[in-house]
């Protein structure tokens, strides 16, 4: 990449001796013509908005698709944003924009168990996505950092300060709020004694039901990858590559045996006239779930770990507010407020993660860089699903 060449070998020009004396100012080093392609790839604006701008593609498209009338082919989907993911990155490979290990069968043997506990976390995060708005699906996601946060205080010794819990009690607030002002405007807007709001309520308590197990899934799936990923290693693209290439051969024999492919059951989820739009949705999300691994180590790379905690925790009002915008979520009083509570409860937790470094690091000063906790890998996972 251009950005990651050294430039600090410059040769300095002393100027041409003339009539024995030396020119009075040497001649200025030669400018890179990659400079300022390098300063614009150093920006921090440009990789903090890439990151956002990725993120709520990706929930859009995948809501897009599965917003669709009766939409059923959920393994199918996730089986071809996978294809397309592994394309996309070995197409980046080749042109040397990004580098990751080549196919090990020995570290694919390590690594299967995570690309089954991913597929788990995707597909019950689709189904939430699929019943729920997307604000209350992202006011309820914060409650997976709960679980892991507690997980490592099980399993790996971690600890949850004040400050870390009092926004968990935000984040339990907000999911509170959210679902108290979904089902209220159900009642209103179709009557508390009538069909349509008892069918209403029921397909929102389905995605209450498929959202508690998608965050405890992704608890799973996030401790689970930062115990194996000791065994092998891996770096973001790496750990891309074995859990996209893993999981279809899976997806697959899911959506063959599992999913409905009778010709009556693909017209009603690909109707005609929105076929090519669905198709073109689910290859963007493939391509999104690319663009928030690389513009996550771009932001990383760019900015400090303060300021990508911070993204991370302020990227949730955009993609919440775009479920407003391009969908008909509820606009009340109520849901606003969830956001708000949610939106809040993220700041707190990314600035009580960062005293929490911040004080770890004023008792020692490692010699070699500490290894991620599961709660700071949360963050960079939590928006792939």
């Known amino acids: 990449m251009a950005d990651d060449k050294k430039t600090d070998d410059y ?3 002393m ?21 300022p392609v390098a300063a614009v790839a150093n920006n921090p604006i440009l990789p903090v908005l890439s990151y956002c701008g990725s993120s709520i593609l990706m929930t859009v498209t995948n809501k897009y698709v599965l917003s669709g009338h009766d939409f059923n082919l959920n393994f199918f989907l996730l089986c071809v944003q996978s294809v397309v993911c592994v394309m996309a990155i070995q197409a980046c490979k080749s042109a040397g924009v990004i580098n990751y290990r080549d196919f090990n069968s020995d570290e694919a043997k390590k690594w299967f168990p995570i690309s089954v506990l991913l597929i788990g976390m995707i597909y019950t995060s689709t189904k939430a996505l699929q019943f729920l708005s997307i604000p209350v699906y992202t006011i309820f996601k914060n409650l997976t950092i709960i679980l892991i946060a507690y997980g490592e205080v099980l399993w790996f010794g971690g600890s949850v300060t004040g400050m870390a819990l009092f926004s968990f009690g935000l984040m339990v607030m907000s999911s509170v ?14 009557g508390h004694l009538s069909t349509e709001a008892s069918a209403k309520i029921s397909t929102l308590n389905a995605g209450y039901v498929w959202m508690m197990f998608n965050c405890i899934c992704s608890a799973t799936y996030v401790l689970g990858m930062r115990k194996r990923i000791k065994l092998t290693n891996f770096k973001d693209f790496d750990t891309m590559f074995y859990n996209n290439l893993l999981s279809i051969p899976i997806l697959l024999v899911c959506s063959v045996l599992l999913e409905d492919w009778s010709s009556d059951n693909i017209s009603r989820n690909f109707p ?6 669905l198709i073109l949705a689910m ?15 771009w932001c990383v790379r760019v ?12 990227n949730k009002l955009p993609i919440a507010v775009s479920g407003l ?3 008909d979520a509820p606009v009340t009083f109520p849901s606003v407020s969830a956001i708000f509570v949610g939106f809040v409860s993220g700041i707190v937790y990314a600035l009580a993660k960062v005293k929490q470094s911040a004080k770890a690091k004023s008792v020692s000063l490692p010699t070699t860089n500490a290894p991620m906790s599961a709660s700071s890998q949360s963050v960079r996972d939590g928006l792939k699903s």
Do not use: C
């Open 303 to 314: 900015t400090s770990s303060t300021t990508y905690s911070m993204v991370g925790a302020l």
């Open 325 to 327: 915008i391009f969908f």
């Open 283 to 297: 290859v963007f999300s493939g391509l999104s779930s690319v663009f928030i691994s690389y513009t996550s180590a």
């Open 272 to 277: 005609p006239a929105e076929r090519n739009n």
């Open 177 to 190: 709020i959210a679902a108290w002002a979904d089902i209220q405007h159900a009642l209103q807007s179709y």
């Open 11 to 13: 040769t300095i020009e």
């Open 15 to 35: 100027g041409e001796r003339k009539d024995k004396e030396w020119a009075s100012e040497p001649t200025p080093p030669p400018r890179s013509a990659n400079a």
